[in-house]
């Protein structure tokens, strides 16, 4: 800021801290903050609402908003803020802190707590907030009560490396936790002024960050990098396996990477790659149901297996690698963290995606043509969207033909959020590749189904656009309240309703009718028209393809909020799904067949 009136120009020494903190904050690209009503953590937010570079979203709910936050930070991958009262709404952040954590999304969690002589005094609202997301996040700060005894940069210099540790490799949460003594107000204190050193009176002035922290890129040295090449090249019927990917620029670097090396390019659904054109001339969209087939598993078994970014939705695609035991099992993600589950991997390269592939390049002539290896893969490939396509155009509004319409219909301007369980396995299994491009993203962290639509409102808002979200009945029961962050906003809400959680029918718990139901399916028996009007969202509940996509379109050109209830039941839906995989199966077996035989 040119003005150093904001940030010194405080009644008293907590609103001085304050405003250092959160002016910091906006300096470092810091400047959505997530709040929720309470009194302890008043400094914080009459700072944030008064500040003029700060962007505020008030909602009721602490853990809707701690997911809104993580929404907002997966759109734009800059940490967002999260501030919150002091007691359970602590505890209420867990969740979504969990899921950030997991799946390396940067966020800054501000917490109000009370001073050193009211802990464990049974004071009111009070309780042990000191590392309380254990080793969920980056760093913990137990900020103290602000005193002007203390140099005031030690305010900026904390956020500085809290801020830095968020966004470095590994990304995730940080947490201060904020300690205010009374009065929260922004009243006059009587000799409550405080001596600022020349050093912050500069930085008031200035509209930088006090301490600068450029982040490091990982990447591995020459030599080793000779080494990681000779591995791939040792063993060249490989597949490129896309998991989670955090930008645009790391998606477009693996299909590079897949392009150079020749081999066939496998995208999960939250890679940027699943959805839409991209220019790799062997993308096989349907990975998973080719695997349904027996002879293609035998037929198209890999003898190296390059795997790209976090995790990926397909079991069947994990299951296969795991059998087929290719010699070179590679990751290649800018964090330390294992995501080798079967314990097969045979390297871990620590590196940042762009600069793996501009080394990889730098060493590999680009392979010529798709060869015989891409060629049989896109064969089968073909004969999945064949089958798909049939589904859908038989008119019936099952759940994989809804999957499958939505990313076909989806328009380009908007962000798609999937939720957990059924809604993302269907979009991964039988979106087709010729819809637009559009970034779909999911909280695969931890997989939950807790905080989707909370996400999706971030998502929306770090978009800075429309958005969809497809999800299931429980989820949005989960997360009712939620529906209130979409107020102004144009998001269109997709809720398969089959009256309890459906994919139970697809395990082994199916069997045991004793407790089948309802202990694990857990149905509701309501629809959710209710919950539209009481939020004021548009509604429809579509019966067939047709329907759904006119009621798609309509909501998608409202300046506000709508929701699509789609009827199915899941045991009907059960048997769609297997009817699938057979028809596929036979398909692509087929395929395996001809071609052994020529």
């Not at 959805?275 to 198209?300: K, M, Q, W």
């Not at 087929?324 to 964090?335: K, Y």
């Not at 807790?450 to 497809?470: F, M």
Request: charged letters at 25%; one cysteine or more; a negative charge.
């Amino acid at each position: 800021m040119s003005d150093a009136a904001f940030p010194l120009d405080a009644p008293n020494v907590a609103y001085l801290w304050a405003r250092m903190l959160v002016d910091e904050l906006v300096r470092l690209g810091v400047d959505t903050f997530f709040v929720a009503p309470g009194s302890r953590s008043t400094p914080l937010v009459v700072t944030a609402a008064e500040h003029p570079g700060a962007d505020v979203v008030l909602h009721v709910d602490e853990r809707g908003n701690a997911f809104a936050a993580l929404g907002r930070a997966r759109a734009t991958g800059a940490p967002a803020a999260w501030i919150t009262t002091s007691g359970t709404a602590v505890a209420n952040g867990l969740p979504a802190v969990v899921e950030a954590s997991v799946d390396g999304v940067p966020m800054v969690l501000l917490t109000a707590d009370r001073p050193p002589e009211l802990r464990e005094t049974g004071a009111n609202q009070t309780i042990d907030q000191v590392k309380i997301y254990g080793d969920y996040v980056r760093q913990h700060v137990d900020v103290p009560a602000p005193d002007a005894r203390v140099d005031p940069a030690y305010v900026l210099t904390t956020v500085d490396q809290a801020v830095h540790r968020a966004r470095r490799v590994p990304p995730g949460p940080v947490h201060l936790n904020c300690q205010f003594r009374k009065p929260l107000e922004p009243v006059e204190e009587e000799d409550g002024g405080v001596s600022v050193p020349a050093a912050v009176e500069t930085w008031a002035r200035g509209d930088t960050p006090f301490t600068q922290y450029p982040t490091p890129e990982p990447r591995p040295s020459s030599p080793r990098m000779d080494a990681l090449v000779d591995a791939l090249e040792s063993a060249p019927r490989g597949l490129v396996v896309a998991g989670r990917l955090s930008s645009q620029v790391e998606a477009e670097a693996t299909d590079r990477l897949a392009r150079r090396l020749g081999w066939p390019l496998l995208p999960d659904v939250t890679s940027r790659l699943r959805l839409g054109p991209v220019p790799s001339a062997c993308r096989v969209a349907h990975a998973d149901l080719i695997l349904t087939a027996d002879r293609a598993r035998e037929a198209l078994r890999p003898e190296s297996v390059l795997r790209v970014g976090g995790r990926f939705t397909s079991k069947r695609l994990r299951l296969f690698v795991r059998e087929a035991s290719p010699s070179v099992r590679m990751t290649v993600r800018p964090s330390p963290a294992r995501v080798d589950p079967d314990h097969r991997g045979t390297h871990h390269v620590e590196a940042s995606v762009p600069a793996f592939v501009d080394a990889v390049e730098a060493r590999l002539e680009e392979a010529e043509g798709r060869g015989e290896w891409c060629d049989r893969w896109r064969a089968a490939d073909d004969r999945v969207a064949g089958v798909l396509e049939a589904h859908l155009e038989e008119g019936v509004l099952t759940e994989p033909a809804l999957a499958a319409l939505l990313a076909r219909e989806v328009p380009p301007s908007h962000a798609l959020h999937v939720g957990n369980s059924m809604p993302v396995r269907d979009l991964n299994r039988h979106a087709p590749p010729d819809g637009p491009s559009v970034p779909a993203s999911a909280n695969r962290g931890a997989s939950g189904i807790d905080g989707t639509v909370a996400t999706a409102a971030g998502v929306a808002h770090g978009h800075g656009g429309p958005a969809t979200v497809l999800l299931g009945d429980l989820a949005l029961w989960h997360d009712l309240n939620s529906l209130a962050l979409l107020r102004g906003r144009p998001v269109v809400v997709v809720v398969v309703n089959n009256d309890g959680g459906g994919i139970f029918h697809f395990l082994p718990i199916r069997e045991h009718d004793a407790v089948f139901e309802p202990y694990f399916t857990t149905p509701q028996g309501r629809t959710f028209e209710g919950a539209a009007q009481t939020f004021d969202l548009a509604y429809h509940r579509p019966g067939s393809v047709e329907a759904f996509r006119s009621a798609y379109r309509s909501s998608c050109e409202r300046d506000g909020p709508s929701l699509i209830e789609v009827r199915t039941d899941r045991d009907e839906n059960r048997r769609v799904h297997r009817a699938l995989e057979r028809g596929v199966a036979q398909a692509v077996e087929g395929e395996f067949h001809t071609s052994s035989d020529s």
